[in-house]
C-alpha cells in the first residue's frame, strides 16, 4: 500500500463564515466539470491552459434578455456594442448578428469596425481623443459622431468647411446623478452650463448641428434610479436646444454601464440582491423618456452596453502547477494564468470553480500567478481542499474587458476559443508566439 506524502502540521485561524455547526471548515467546493456540455479537460487538452473561453449560447440569452426589457417598453432602442469591452471578431460579429451597431472610442476600434464590414452610419464615434484625419473620415462615411470637447468642435469646423457639408454630431455630456466619483472627464457639463454653450458655439458656427444627445454616468452601476437622473437631465437639455436652436434630436445615448453579476470587492450582499435587473434600467430610462418628451416623435434610444452583456459569457481556464506552504500557514497555489490576463480582479472576487471533487478539509488559500512580482494575486483568502499539480480551475465571470486587457507580459496572451450555439469549441485566437510578439529592430 502506497504512503501518503508527509506534509507537516500547521494551524490555521478559520473565520467563522468558514465553518459548519460542528466547528469544522466547510467541506462545500464550486466545482465545474464542463462549459455549455463540453469537458474542461477536453477543452484543455484540445487548447491548453490558460485559455479564454466564451459561450456564444449565453451572450445570445444576456443580449435577448436586455433587448427584451427595453424594446418591450419602448419603440424604437438601438444596441451599440462597445468594442472596448471585448473586440475579439468573432465576439463582434455575434452582437452584429444579435442586432447591433458599433460604439468605437478610437481610431483603431473605428478601423475594425470597418474591416468587418460595418458601414460608417452604423458606427458611434466616441471617446475624448480622436485624430483629425480619422476624425474627417468618420464623417465622410457618415460615422455618429459624439463630440467630447471644444478643440474637437474646432476640427469639425475646419473639416465641415473642407469637406463644404452641415455635419450632423451628437454632444457627450456629463452630469450630478448622485454617483460618486461623478464621471466628469469626458464630454460637456449639464449643471454649469457647458453643454448648452458647446450647442451655442455648434450654430454660431454654421457648420454643424445637432442630432444626438449622449450620456455615460459611469461603470457597474448599482442604482438604476442614477439612469433616471440622467435622463432627465438629458430630456430637459433637448428641450432647450430645440427651443432655442430649432435643433431636431434624433436620438439620446445613455451609454452603458450597467452592472453583470460579478462579486464586487468590499460588497458582501449577493449579487442577486445588490445588482439591478435589465427591467429596473428599463424602467428608469423609458419612464422619463415618456414623461418629458415634448416633440411629435419619441427620440430613438442607444445604449452602448457591453459589460452586462458578455462578462458572464467569459471564463478562463487555469492550472495548478504548484504549491507552497506560506510563514503564516496558508496554502499557496502558483496557476499558469495571473494578473497580465485578469485585470479585473482588482475589483472583483471571481467565482472560482474546480474541475472535480477533491477529499480533505478546506483551508485558507491563496492564488497566485505565475509572474515574477509579488503583486500577481488573483485570490488571497480563499477555502480550497488539497488541490493536486494539473488540477484546471475555472474562473469567472471573464468576458468583459480582460482579455482586451490583458498583458504581452513576461508570459505569451493564451488562446481564447468560442463554444458556439451547436456546442462545438472553436479556437479564435491562436497563442501568441515569439513571432506575432517580437520587436523589429530598428
Known amino acids: 500500500m502506497q504512503k501518503s506524502a508527509y506534509q507537516k502540521p500547521t494551524i ?7 465553518a459548519s455547526k460542528y466547528g469544522s471548515p466547510i467541506k462545500t467546493q464550486n466545482i465545474r466539470t464542463e462549459i455549455d456540455g463540453i469537458s474542461v479537460h477536453e477543452l484543455t487538452q484540445q487548447f491548453g491552459t490558460p485559455v479564454f473561453i466564451f459561450s456564444e449560447r ?3 440569452e444576456l443580449y435577448n434578455n436586455l433587448y427584451s426589457a427595453f424594446s418591450s417598453r419602448y419603440p424604437d432602442v438601438q444596441f451599440g456594442w462597445s468594442y472596448k469591452t471585448n473586440y475579439l471578431n468573432q465576439i463582434c460579429n455575434i452582437f452584429h448578428k444579435l442586432g447591433s451597431c458599433a460604439e468605437v472610442v478610437s481610431e483603431f476600434e473605428y478601423q475594425k469596425a470597418r474591416a468587418l464590414g460595418i458601414e460608417g452610419k452604423d458606427i458611434i464615434f466616441n471617446g475624448p481623443y480622436k485624430p483629425y484625419e480619422d476624425l474627417k473620415i468618420a464623417v465622410q462615411e457618415g460615422a455618429k459622431i459624439h463630440v467630447d470637447n471644444l478643440f474637437e468642435l474646432d476640427d469639425l469646423e475646419k473639416i ?5 457639408m452641415d455635419i450632423p454630431v451628437a454632444i457627450r455630456i456629463n452630469m450630478d446623478t448622485g454617483i460618486y466619483p461623478q464621471w466628469s472627464r469626458f464630454g460637456f457639463n449639464y449643471e454649469s452650463g457647458d453643454a448648452y454653450e458647446a450647442v451655442k458655439k455648434m450654430y454660431e458656427s454654421k457648420k454643424m448641428h445637432l442630432v444626438g444627445i449622449h450620456s455615460h454616468i459611469g461603470t457597474f452601476m448599482l442604482d438604476a434610479n ?10 430637459q437639455l433637448k428641450e432647450q436646444v430645440e427651443n432655442d436652436f430649432g435643433a431636431i434630436i434624433e436620438y439620446i445615448d445613455l451609454g452603458g454601464g450597467f452592472a453583470s453579476k460579478s ?3 468590499g460588497v458582501y450582499q449577493s449579487v442577486d440582491v445588490v445588482i439591478p435587473t435589465a427591467d429596473d434600467y428599463a424602467e428608469a430610462i423609458t419612464n422619463v423618456i415618456y ?15 457591453g459589460r452586462a452583456l458578455i462578462d458572464e459569457a467569459g471564463y478562463l481556464l487555469t492550472s495548478v502547477h504548484g504549491y507552497k506552504r506560506f510563514p503564516d500557514g496558508k496554502k499557496g497555489y502558483i496557476l499558469d494564468a495571473g494578473v497580465n490576463l485578469l485585470y479585473t480582479s482588482t475589483w472583483y472576487n471571481f467565482k472560482i470553480e474546480t474541475d472535480k471533487r477533491y477529499e480533505g478539509d478546506n483551508e485558507p488559500s491563496i492564488l497566485n500567478g505565475p509572474l515574477c512580482m509579488n503583486i500577481d494575486v488573483i485570490e488571497e483568502n480563499l477555502m480550497l481542499p488539497p488541490l493536486d499539480r494539473g488540477t484546471v480551475l475555472s474562473i469567472s465571470p471573464v468576458g468583459a474587458y480582460n482579455y482586451t486587457q490583458a498583458m504581452q507580459f513576461i508570459r505569451y496572451k493564451p488562446a481564447a476559443v468560442l463554444i458556439d450555439m451547436d456546442g462545438k469549441a472553436h479556437c479564435i485566437k491562436e497563442v501568441d508566439d515569439l513571432a506575432t510578439v517580437n520587436y523589429k529592430e530598428v
Open 12 to 18: 490555521n485561524k478559520i473565520d467563522f463564515t468558514t
Open 58 to 60: 449565453k451572450i445570445t
Open 160 to 164: 465641415a468647411t473642407e469637406l463644404n
Open 226 to 235: 442614477a439612469y433616471k437622473l440622467a435622463t432627465t437631465k438629458i430630456m
Open 263 to 265: 462579486n464586487l470587492k
Open 291 to 305: 414623461d418629458l418628451n415634448k416633440s411629435e416623435k419619441l427620440p430613438k434610444l442607444y445604449l452602448e452596453t
